[in-house]
Every structure is written in structure tokens, then in C-alpha cells.
């Protein structure tokens, strides 16, 4: 028997479908890398599963090679990762143009800084970088009048209840302004979540029939305007571009038949 022969688990088991995210992270971990052993439970599982052999070198060091079973399971996180993000990416989009025609103005991508309240009052504020995937204003001159909006958008519930969980998070777009959440569906066309589950400090937004449907609205709050910080990220970063342009370039066209 060749000395790099891997080390088989005589009682591997099929995958199940209980491996999760973590799974899937620490076999790419190891197939892009030496795979040196951690030893520790999440190893012992993808062991077991058979999703991982172990192969030790003439050196007598033992590392961690992926089956092809591990490969599959790889593979297919990673096209469902890929669908999901597809499907965010094109939720996030929509979200974007109808900002647009209620005559806002709609970035996407942006890393704005927000303030977070301290759980103790006496403790001083807490500062982080928020990451909204719309942020909107009004189109207007006058900045008391720029009623600002975030929409954090969700495909998943997985993460959809994950997010809902970092109070931190959510408060830091609220500190930005209005904060709405965008529900998306799941396989089945089903909404990912009932509007209840949504904290009550923010709106939501769902997707029925192929139309972004109001199931609760947003508490209204008085705002004196945007930081300056933020004033200064929006005129960095370009705005999502306007749905009129294909149809302002069509204007100077002559009708058809005349030339």
C-alpha cells in the first residue's frame, strides 16, 4: 500500500442534509489550502460523512484531502449561493428602479457611516460602517426635505432571520433613516416571512405576483437632513442610473417611415 494512500474511515456515512454553511466553508478551506487537521467536531463529521480523507505522508505528517463526495457538496453550495445571489442581486435591482420612479434618487453598494446607541445610556455612542443594499432620497434642493430610506433586501430566510437578530445592524439603518425590509419568495413563490416577524421599527416591502407590495409601512420620523459624512459618500458614488435615458435618446429619432 503506496504511503499516501488515504487513510479511510471503514464506517463513512452518506452526506446529510443537515451539513450547513459551516461544512461547506471548512471543506473550501481545505481544498484551497494544505489541508492542515484542526481536530476538532466539524472535522470529525465531514470524517465520518466520508466527505474528507485523511492522508498521511511519508514524512509521517497526516494532512486532509476532499472527496469527491466533499467536491459535490462544494459544488453544490456553491450554485446555490450563486442562485441566491442572483436572485438578490435582481430583487435589489427592482427595488432601485422603483425608487427611481417615485422620483427618488437610489444608490446601491454604499458603505455609510452610522451612528448605534449603546445599551447603557451612560455608555458614549457606538459608530460602524453600515452597508444598506438601496439607500434613497428625496430629488429635492432643500435638506430637510431629503427623507432618506434604506431597504435591506432578503431572498433567504436563513438570512432574513439571521439579520433580524443583529439588533446592532438594524438600528444603525435607522439611524440613516427609514428602514424597510424587502421580502423575496421561496421556491414555492411563498413569501420567506410573515411581516410580524419584522421588528415593528421598520417597514416591509414584499414580493407578490411580480409586484413589490406595501404589507406594513414605515413609522414616520422627523429628520434635520443627512450628516455630513453621508452628504459626502452620496457625492463620491454614483447613483443608480435613470430609467428615462433610452427613452430621452429615442427623441431624436425621426418617426418610422421618414427619413
Known amino acids: 500500500m503506496s504511503a499516501l494512500a488515504p487513510d479511510r474511515l471503514p464506517s463513512a456515512q452518506a452526506p446529510s442534509a443537515a ?48 472527496t469527491q463526495a466533499g467536491v459535490q457538496l462544494i459544488a453544490g453550495a456553491l450554485a446555490a449561493n450563486r442562485a441566491a445571489y442572483s436572485a438578490h442581486e435582481a430583487l435589489v435591482a427592482r427595488v432601485a428602479q422603483e425608487m427611481g420612479r417615485a422620483g427618488r434618487i437610489a444608490w446601491r453598494g454604499l458603505s455609510l457611516r452610522a451612528q ?32 432618506p430610506i434604506v431597504h435591506e433586501v432578503k431572498v433567504r430566510r436563513a438570512d432574513l432571520l439571521g439579520d433580524l437578530r443583529q439588533g446592532g445592524k438594524r438600528n444603525a439603518y435607522l439611524d440613516l433613516g427609514e428602514c424597510w ?60 442610473t435613470g430609467l428615462d435615458e433610452e427613452a430621452q435618446a429615442m427623441l431624436g429619432l425621426p418617426p418610422e417611415g421618414q427619413h
Not at 116 to 137: E, M, Y
Open 116 to 147: 448605534v446607541p449603546a445599551d447603557d445610556s451612560a455608555k458614549p455612542v457606538r459608530w460602524c460602517v453600515a452597508r444598506p443594499d438601496v439607500f434613497s432620497i428625496r430629488n429635492t434642493s432643500v435638506a430637510t426635505y431629503v427623507d
Open 19 to 66: 451539513f450547513g454553511k459551516a461544512h461547506a466553508r471548512r471543506l473550501r478551506e481545505i481544498y484551497r489550502s494544505a489541508g492542515w487537521p484542526c481536530q476538532d467536531p466539524l472535522e470529525l463529521e465531514l470524517l465520518a460523512a466520508g466527505l474528507l480523507d485523511r492522508v498521511r505522508a511519508p514524512s509521517g505528517h497526516e494532512s486532509l484531502r476532499v
Open 181 to 240: 425590509y424587502v421580502l423575496g419568495c421561496d421556491a414555492k413563490g411563498r413569501c420567506i416571512a410573515a411581516p410580524d416577524e419584522v421588528p415593528t421599527q421598520c417597514g416591509v416591502l414584499v414580493l407578490e405576483h411580480g409586484r413589490l407590495v406595501v404589507a406594513r409601512a414605515a413609522p414616520r420620523r422627523s429628520r434635520n437632513g443627512l450628516p455630513f459624512g453621508v452628504w459626502m459618500a452620496l457625492a463620491k458614488a454614483a447613483p443608480v
